[in-house]
């Protein structure tokens, strides 16, 4: 059993930064790569990064590669995501998810198997 729980979202403006937290709870953390997905409103639920369980390989998706930043702390069971630069279009619901596995092979939303309940990341123009 693995429960996930974000916080941190919050209303900025454009060009903004914001980190967002998801807490884990499962003292096998350390082997999970994990994930952060956003839904924007009216639309698909997509990823934008992942890393691996040691922190050692980051995945972006193309819209936030240069502007996002994963990172993990696996004695606190924290994944992070520091958001720079931020656009409007980055406003969604985001939620961090894991596979269970040690690394992101799969984009796929079917691929992840534990959600967090999201959390609000609106960005004002």
């Known amino acids: 059993q693995v429960q996930l729980v974000e916080s941190g979202g919050e209303l900025v403006q454009a060009g903004g930064s914001l980190r967002l937290s998801c807490a884990a709870s499962?003292?096998?953390?350390?082997?999970?790569?994990m994930a952060w997905f956003r839904q924007p409103p009216g639309k698909e639920r997509e990823f934008a990064a992942g890393i691996s369980s040691s922190g050692g390989t980051t995945y972006y998706a193309d819209s936030v590669k240069g502007r996002f930043t994963i990172s993990r702390d696996n004695v606190k069971a924290t994944v992070y995501l520091q958001m720079n630069s931020l656009k409007p279009e980055d406003t969604a619901v985001y939620y961090c998810?894991?596979?269970?596995?040690?690394?992101?092979?799969?984009?796929?939303?079917?691929?992840?198997?534990?959600w967090g309940q999201g959390t609000q990341v609106t960005v004002s123009s």
């Open positions: 998810a894991t596979g269970g596995g040690h690394i992101i092979a799969s984009r796929r939303l079917a691929e992840f198997d534990y």
């Open positions: 499962g003292r096998t953390f350390s082997s999970y790569a």
